[in-house]
């Protein structure tokens, strides 16, 4: 999920306010000014003073120059502050922003986007004394547990999205993916496929999410009285070797853990001369935009990530104003089906 320009730019000018670095009534950089400190042109800087000035933090005169207004003209000070987490820069797994900053911003409270070595190089204290909550994707639910614990017993507000992590008494707001595995299971039987396989990564330790989805699947085929079903400790039953059960177990159908696995599976079954879909169908999770433009376009279960986004600000929100911890959220998804399908 790449953070624009502009919104970078912001966040900076907005800590430095809200921390004092910058005072009341000092006259920020001109556009030409953080159009130069940044390496961004006048049209960024110009849109960053922009979102300053319309959450109230700053005053422009035009001739005069943006300037920080004081306390008593300012609503600066009602502003909440809320730190959004994600794993890593550049991440494209779904725009939760588009969701997440409009659920703040109604409510007064302002959003920093930051990257999970934050989490390394911060203090729970120094986390409480810059925000009023955290909103965090955890990539591996086993990281920074120290900063996160120490949080917890301090009933800092932390809402989660896509994982939960057990002991630590936070809220997770995520996709249904188990019954995203029963949807796409489901509609493979629908088709009368009875040999569906479920293909996972090469990863030695599989998510949370992906358990979900895969019980689903084995809940739907048993309910369909198939006998067939692969198991999450098959090494081979992964993206680079899933051609012996085509041949061997003649699976005619695959659900895979996501997208990419499932983008990857079938350029492998390509390339050994397999027609998708008319001799394997597969689906895949998450519909990332390469899912619609595959050869042929793939199959998905797409998550709703503006809509996991919007509750989990609501939720901290409602977290920070009233002191009492919410409860988990599922977020319900939707088959959308393509051309892999048959």
Excluded at 189 to 198: D, M, N, P, Q, W
Aim: hydrophobic share 40%; proline share 4%; with cysteine.
């Amino acid at each position: 999920m790449n953070v624009p320009l502009y919104q970078q730019i912001s966040d900076e000018l907005k800590k430095n306010i809200i921390t004092k670095k910058i005072q009341s009534g000092e006259q920020l950089p001109t556009e030409k000014e953080l159009s130069d400190t940044y390496k961004v042109s006048r049209i960024t800087a110009k849109r960053a003073l922009t979102e300053l000035e319309q959450l109230g933090m700053v005053t422009r005169t035009r001739g005069k120059g943006t300037f920080v207004k004081s306390p008593s003209t300012s609503n600066t000070a009602l502003l909440k502050r809320v730190l959004f987490v994600i794993p890593f820069e550049g991440m494209s797994f779904g725009d939760f922003t588009q969701g997440l900053a409009p659920a703040l911003k109604e409510n007064d409270t302002t959003i920093f986007i930051t990257y999970s070595n934050y989490l390394k190089e911060n203090t729970a204290a120094q986390i409480k004394e810059n925000f009023d909550g955290l909103v965090y994707y955890p990539m591996h639910t086993e990281d920074y547990l120290d900063v996160l614990l120490e949080l917890s017993l301090q009933n800092f507000p932390v809402v989660l999205l896509d994982k939960q992590i057990y002991d630590l008494g936070f809220p997770c707001v995520a996709s249904d993916n188990f019954n995203g595995g029963e949807q796409a299971a489901q509609a493979l039987v629908s088709l009368g496929h009875e040999r569906i396989a479920f293909v996972m990564s090469n990863e030695e330790h599989h998510p949370h999410t992906t358990r979900n989805r895969y019980l689903g699947y084995v809940k739907v085929l048993k309910e369909s009285h198939l006998t067939f079903h692969t198991t999450l400790d098959d090494k081979n039953v992964n993206e680079d070797s899933i051609i012996h059960l085509i041949n061997e177990e003649q699976v005619t159908a695959l659900i895979c853990e996501n997208d990419l696995v499932a983008l990857q599976t079938m350029a492998n079954l390509q390339a050994q001369g397999i027609d998708i879909p008319n001799d394997v169908s597969i689906i895949g999770f998450d519909n990332i935009l390469a899912a619609s433009l595959s050869n042929p376009p793939l199959t998905t279960i797409a998550q709703d990530f503006a809509g996991i986004g919007k509750k989990a600000g609501e939720l901290l929100v409602e977290w920070i104003n009233t002191g009492l911890v919410p409860n988990d959220v599922k977020i319900p998804i939707q088959l959308i089906e393509r051309n892999t399908t048959k």
